[in-house]
């Protein structure tokens, strides 16, 4: 009996199956086990080929309206539901006359969706108008559109050529005044650039209160001082440095002599090292009177 080895020598290897594979076939494998081909064949090429599909059904204009209106549809009848609708506007913090400007500012239609206001817009456009300071705008559950508004306090008034005006503590214009008797209590201040110094006028009236109701108001000169008006045509000519300090310096001189109570027309603060009173037209001449019968003064 002849061994095994011998029978399978002779007989050439013939019908035996080579399990490995051929060169070939053993690249496409190794390639087709490659992280990027793999990702590529399992997404890539369904994306392609469902784009591929997308761009030929868009490639019609009359499907591309279709989705379209479809999409307008849907969105608006998410939008237009009760929930999101806005029925009335609410205003809270302002007069009668700037919520009635507000309301001009903000024309909107109710009710609207809330999905058309854009709220940061329309507190921009409210806070535009001169008498609001601050302004927040939201909307509340109910479909309330909530405006709620701070408003600019009017400090002084100035009269320009345009006529009165009411400023805020800072200059601001607050509005239009049509006659100083709506604003007895607040003070005056009048001239070319004065709003610009608002704050320095509101530190001159608080430091003029001995004055009481002889203080007529303030006036700026030449855009760069001011003068205190009195009653009995009374001024006091400020330097355009320090002058809260020339005006405390005349009212201690006045309240120890007198100063503003005598023949006065002006007293002169703009040279803080030579202050200088100038007399009333008749104490000139009562004082030229009483030189002339005193011999000439000899």
């Known amino acids: ?162 006529g009165l005006a009411l400023l805020d503590e800072q200059g601001i214009h607050v509005a239009e005044l049509g006659r100083r008797s709506l604003h007895p209590d607040l003070p005056l201040i009048a001239g070319k650039g004065a709003a610009k110094h608002a704050a320095q006028a509101l530190r001159l009236f608080a430091a003029a209160k001995p004055l009481g109701p002889r203080l007529r108001g303030l006036v700026r000169v030449g855009e760069r001082r001011w003068d205190v008006v009195l009653d009995r045509k009374q001024r006091i000519m400020l330097p355009a440095q320090n002058p809260v300090r020339a005006l405390e310096r005349v009212l201690a001189v006045s309240e120890v002599q007198d100063l503003l109570e005598r023949d006065v027309a002006a007293v002169d603060m703009r040279l803080a090292g030579r202050p200088t009173v100038r007399m009333t037209e008749n104490s000139v001449e009562n004082w030229w009177r009483i030189r002339q019968l005193n011999g000439g003064g000899q």
């Not at 890539?44 to 307008?72: H, I, K, Q």
């Not at 806070?127 to 927040?136: F, I, N, R, W």
């Open 1 to 162: 009996m002849q061994p095994l080895k011998d029978r399978f020598r002779r007989s050439g290897g013939e019908g035996r199956c080579d399990p490995a594979p051929s060169r070939l076939k053993y690249r496409l494998q190794r390639w087709m086990l490659t992280p990027g081909i793999r990702f590529g064949l399992r997404f890539g090429v369904p994306f392609c080929l469902v784009f591929a599909a997308g761009s030929a059904y868009l490639a019609d204009e009359a499907r591309r309206d279709t989705l379209v209106g479809l999409y307008n549809d849907a969105r608006a009848a998410i939008q237009e539901r009760p929930e999101f609708m806005v029925k009335v506007m609410a205003v809270d913090g302002a007069g009668a006359s700037v919520a009635r400007d507000i309301r001009e500012v903000v024309p909107l239609d109710f009710p609207v969706s809330s999905f058309d206001l854009d709220l940061e817009q329309i507190r921009d456009v409210i806070t535009g108008l001169d008498p609001v300071k601050a302004a927040s705008v939201r909307i509340r559950p109910g479909g309330i559109l909530q405006v709620d508004v701070e408003e600019r306090e009017p400090a002084l008034i100035w009269r320009s050529r345009e």
